[in-house]
């Protein structure tokens, strides 16, 4: 028996669209994951981009459980000493309210050139809104 690997011309993809509304920040940035990987396909392979395109909308409106709003932080440091910054992620959601889904979905793709192509592979867009019409983009239902 041999293993089956697909060839890049097989590779079917799809667009899909997640309403982030009441949905809690580490569903959403599951399933898009998920998606972006291509774990829902049949013939998934780990070293190949089989997944497919997603559209993240709504995402002001996600859910945080607990006190994650005050006490959640996100880190950066500028390189130079002292550098390091820290922002509350209310601070974030008000400032920029895409940027947490974006952190949370980047942070669960491989941390290789692989994680960094899915990873131009997703739009978050805070409101209703979004100008992929064209791709005819499938609603996708989250399970509980």
Not at 16 to 21: K, Q, S, T
Not at 29 to 45: D, F, Q
């Amino acid at each position: 028996m041999k293993t089956y690997v697909p060839k890049q011309g097989e590779i079917v993809r799809k667009w899909h669209i997640l309403d982030a509304e009441g949905v809690s920040l580490g569903r959403v940035a599951v399933e898009a994951a998920k998606l972006l990987r291509g774990k829902h396909k049949p013939e998934y392979t780990p070293f190949l981009d089989c997944g497919d395109s997603v559209v993240i909308i709504n995402a002001a409106k996600v859910r945080v459980t607990g006190n994650k709003m005050n006490q959640k932080m996100y880190y950066r440091h500028s390189g130079y000493p002292g550098g390091l910054k820290e922002t509350r992620l209310d601070a974030l959601m008000r400032k920029h309210p895409t940027r947490a889904i974006e952190f949370a979905i980047k942070g669960m793709l491989p941390g290789n050139r692989l994680g960094r192509k899915l990873a131009t592979q997703f739009r978050v867009y805070a409101g209703e809104e979004h100008p992929h019409e064209a791709q005819q983009p499938v609603p996708y239902e989250f399970k509980p």
